[in-house]
């Protein structure tokens, strides 16, 4: 509630009266990283961290908008020539251009946002962006005719062609589609999706941000597709989607060591997904845990996009007794995310705090997410 006030005397100082009120949430994974492009499933949730707009149309063709946290404003109209100069404000142009090319309808408005998804902590807070305005404008201009899984799809466009980010299809996805206690199988090859029940009695999920991102040389993201691919191509097969691992085994001889463990970790990943599905429907979360943990070791040893941070702070949760414990997202840096029994919870996390601060000079951020709703409507425009 304290997010909506802020938003709301903004929005009536700087526009005079008040708007509808829209929120969509950032995400986690449980499980299923690196297996989006490889044809396979993902496992998000979107969590209880939003972006949040009053929005009202103004009867122009421009389009003003405050952001609070960054403190700046910017306007801009609707034709490809108009694109804002601000990184923050592409995302939202971007949305509407994308909603305009599918012949739907944008007219101008007036928006102050604001929002509680940790920045640079891998939750995707730009994907929220995009959902929230992309649900808005279906909202206000199109009468909510635009499905929701398209909603996702003008999102990853906006990343595509206005943020020059090739994203996949996952962070959007959650950000639109979310549900409260659920969590969701996204098949990345058919883009069948299936809800999947998250609601553990005994058990939390808290996300220990290490609070690093070690910058690279190369891009290790687009050396690891390019190894998936490989392997794919001596298979014969589109996608590792379609292997196991005594195919990989099978031409192990034929390969390079590093695209054997780059293919064995996905293979093994694809599996775990599954495991995780059925254990969550049995209300099994030591399997969940156990899978948790394999993934880190696999993202660690055979995919090798961990440092040396994570991994002690995946360390520190196993020494914790913690249920599960991994990396979540690409990887060199950000978060772990922990499933937890309620009773070791305060435990692990001042241990979590107090052994990392002494080992690397600062403490984590520590961030307790709840499974939520993705994009709606919180209120109507109240006179």
Request: contains cysteine; proline residues 2%; negative net charge.
């Amino acid at each position: 509630m304290e997010l909506q006030k802020k938003i709301d005397s903004t929005f009536e100082s700087r526009f005079g009266g008040h708007g509808a009120v829209y929120a969509s949430a950032g995400r986690i994974n449980l499980i299923g990283e690196h297996t989006d492009y490889n044809g396979g499933f993902v496992f998000p949730g979107a969590i209880d961290k939003v972006i949040m707009a009053e929005i009202r149309p103004n009867d122009t063709d421009t389009v003003r908008v405050f952001s609070i946290d960054i403190d700046e404003y910017t306007e801009f109209g609707l034709n490809e020539a108009d694109a804002p100069k601000q990184s923050w404000a592409r995302y939202i142009f971007g949305v509407c251009r994308e909603i305009l090319k599918r012949g739907g309808n944008v007219h101008g408005f007036d928006a102050v946002f604001a929002g509680n998804v940790p920045l640079g902590a891998g939750l995707s807070s730009s994907a929220a962006l995009e959902s929230c305005f992309a649900f808005a404008i279906n909202d206000l201009f199109n009468n909510n005719q635009i499905d929701k899984f398209e909603l996702a799809r003008i999102g990853q466009s906006t990343e595509h062609n206005y943020c020059g980010v090739n994203c996949g299809i996952m962070d959007q996805f959650a950000s639109v589609m979310g549900k409260a206690g659920h969590l969701m199988r996204l098949d990345c090859r058919s883009m069948e999706f299936e809800y999947f029940p998250f609601c553990p009695e005994n058990h939390s999920l808290v996300l220990i941000d290490s609070r690093v991102k070690h910058e690279l040389a190369d891009s290790p993201y687009n050396k690891r597709r390019a190894s998936c691919e490989r392997v794919a191509k001596r298979l014969g097969i589109e996608t590792l989607r379609d292997a196991d691992m005594d195919m990989l085994n099978a031409i192990k001889t034929d390969i390079t060591a590093e695209d054997y463990f780059r293919a064995k970790f996905v293979i093994e990943e694809k599996e775990r997904v599954l495991t995780v599905c059925d254990a969550l429907v049995n209300g099994d979360y030591e399997t969940v845990g156990r899978c948790m943990y394999e993934t880190h070791a696999g993202l660690s040893k055979d995919y090798e996009v961990s440092c040396e941070e994570l991994d002690y702070l995946n360390d520190v949760a196993r020494e914790c007794g913690v249920t599960g414990s991994r990396i979540m997202g690409g990887g060199f840096g950000g978060c772990t995310i922990n499933l937890v029994e309620n009773d070791k919870m305060d435990k692990f996390v001042e241990e979590a705090k107090k052994r990392f601060n002494e080992k690397y000079g600062h403490e984590p951020k520590v961030y307790p997410v709840v499974i939520s709703d993705g994009a709606h409507k919180v209120c109507e425009a109240t006179h």
